[in-house]
């Protein structure tokens, strides 16, 4: 993999972990052919990654992405508790992606917790209502691994 592939693959990682949920998610958009979500569902936004200032030891690959989780409800308890379900589950887990060595992940440093559930006015769930969302971000760091 090479370094400028990185954003998206750190997000590759975090939906890994997050397959045993019951819920679809999705990668950057959502997509869906038939117009008719499910909810709760999952939105993962794959950030650029930020690289580490060179020093006199090199570059070894170092990065680092901070990767918004949105998820979406029918009422704010659903996407509450869906995003808890996902912070859970990545919870000081480790991703594996190919060729990185992966820290563990931990939600952004410094960042106020999710906030509370607001209406999307521009949404509608298949009952007509409005959906609720809220969101989190989880910090990832990895480097080149030894044998990739």
Do not use: K
């Not at 397959?19 to 679809?24: K, W």
């Not at 869906?32 to 930020?50: F, G, N, Q, S, V």
């Amino acid at each position: 993999m090479a370094d400028s592939d990185v954003g998206w693959a750190h997000a590759q990682g975090l939906a890994a972990l997050l397959e045993p949920l019951p819920y679809v998610t999705y990668m950057g958009e959502v997509i869906d052919a038939d117009d008719t979500l499910e909810y709760p569902h999952l939105i993962l936004w794959p950030p650029p990654a930020t690289r580490t200032t060179v020093t006199l030891n090199g570059y070894g690959g170092e990065v680092t992405t901070t990767t918004q989780i949105t998820a979406v409800g029918r009422d704010p308890r659903e996407a509450i508790t869906a995003l808890d379900r996902a912070s859970a589950l990545l919870h000081r887990r480790r991703p594996t992606i190919p060729g990185r060595r992966c820290s563990v992940i931990s939600y952004e440093p410094g960042a106020a917790g999710p906030p509370q559930p607001q209406r999307d006015e521009q949404a509608r769930t298949p009952d007509g209502r409005p959906p609720y969302f809220t969101f989190a971000l989880f910090t990832l760091h990895s480097s080149r691994s030894p044998d990739g």
